[in-house]
């Protein structure tokens, strides 16, 4: 059974940085995009960044666009989310996921695999 299982969550001071990692336990092959999101109480999942299952492709979300990047192992099913410049708005649940495709876009209905959450918290 593939699970993903997500560290490095915690805090930092704003402006400063912190890095997410995410691996795709039991999963053998390399077919998946991943990526991660965020999600604040009461509200929608919003995107943030996302690897095709190469590496070679990277989509970033609008909101952490120029802050944050997203990169992946190259024989692993691994993502690493990059994040500088932290501002106290990053304060949030962070999610991976697993896309059902090799490729895919923002929207969370793309993604069919999630982990547990980690939190983010960012003070000024």
């Known amino acids: 059974q593939v699970q993903l299982v997500e560290s490095g969550g915690g805090s930092a001071q704003a402006g400063g940085s912190l890095k997410l990692s995410c691996v795709a336990s039991?999963?053998?092959?390399?077919?998946?995009?991943m990526a991660w999101f965020r999600q604040r109480s009461g509200k929608e999942r919003e995107f943030v960044a996302e690897s095709g299952w190469s590496g070679a492709s990277t989509r970033i979300g609008d909101s952490v666009k120029g802050r944050f990047t997203i990169s992946r192992g190259t024989a692993t099913n691994t993502i690493t989310l990059h994040m500088e410049f932290l501002e106290p708005v990053d304060t949030v649940e962070y999610y991976c996921a697993e896309a059902y495709r090799g490729s895919a876009a923002e929207g969370s209905e793309e993604y069919g695999l999630w982990g547990q959450g980690t939190q983010v918290t960012v003070s000024s």
């Open positions: 039991g999963r053998t092959d390399r077919r998946y995009a």
